[in-house]
């Protein structure tokens, strides 16, 4: 069965250091690997996508995103973080051209960025 | 270009008081999902549809009822509220083809 991991609940950073928010998946085949974020009281917003290509992808608000085949992983990155970086972060799979063709979400990380 | 427009954005309800939420999108996109999401869960989906006039149920279906007899809108009914069923609801809109969702602002639903 297709799954997400976000092995961490909450990841505390101080502004201006580099950031790192992990996901793992287990899915068979080239799944699309994507990352939301959710502001509070907000829906969840799109920040960035892999499909196929260059394993570092670029996205919204400065943040990455490395796909690690081997690793199964697609840790969400940034090299500065700021304090309106603070939100719930998650991460996403999906695998086109399956019957049952939906995102699964992981749980969600918690991201807090201390001035 | 309005996305995903949820309405009401909260709402309370007495248990056993029934009510719809509506989410209308404006793209032409053909899924349409429901989910719940309360504290250290995740996104739950409730139900989905992959095309106007279809349903399917998702992770958590029971008690909630859904209808798409438009394109553009997804209702979701709750016929008799219970408390277990506070929460906070977004709808998402997906053109399929492996695209990500589009997702609307929520609803806080209490049920007291």
């Known amino acids: 069965a297709q799954s997400v991991a976000q092995p961490e609940d909450q990841v505390n950073v101080a502004e201006g250091n580099p950031l790192t928010v992990k996901c793992t998946y287990s899915?068979?085949?080239?799944?699309?690997l994507f990352w939301y974020v959710q502001y509070p009281n907000r829906g969840l917003q799109f920040l960035l996508k892999?499909?196929?290509?260059?394993?570092l992808v670029k996205g919204s608000y400065g943040f990455e995103a490395e796909f690690n085949k081997s690793q199964t992983s697609f840790h969400l990155k940034k090299p500065s973080a700021l304090v309106s970086d603070s939100a719930l972060y998650f991460c996403?799979?999906?695998?086109?051209?399956?019957?049952?063709?939906?995102?699964?979400f992981g749980k969600g990380t918690r991201l807090h960025i201390l001035p | 270009n309005a996305g995903v427009t949820q309405t009401p954005k909260f709402r309370v309800l007495k248990t056993g008081q029934s009510m719809t939420l509506l989410c209308a999108q404006d793209?032409?996109?053909?899924?349409m999902y429901w989910y719940r999401q309360d504290p250290g869960m995740g996104l739950r989906l409730i139900h989905y549809?992959?095309?106007?006039?279809?349903?399917a149920k998702g992770e958590v279906p029971d008690g909630y009822n859904v209808s798409r007899l438009k394109k553009q809108n997804f209702l979701l009914g709750l016929e008799s509220a219970a408390p277990s069923q506070t929460s906070v609801y977004f709808c998402?809109?997906?053109?399929?083809?492996?695209?990500?969702?589009?997702f609307g602002s929520g609803t806080r639903l209490t049920v007291v």
């Open positions: 996403a799979v999906r695998h086109p051209g399956r019957r049952d063709d939906k995102i699964i």
């Open positions: 899915v068979s085949g080239n799944p699309y």
């Open positions: 892999y499909i196929t290509g260059d394993n």
């Open positions: 793209m032409n996109h053909e899924y």
């Open positions: 549809s992959v095309g106007e006039g279809t349903t």
């Open positions: 998402a809109s997906d053109p399929g083809r492996g695209g990500g969702y589009t």
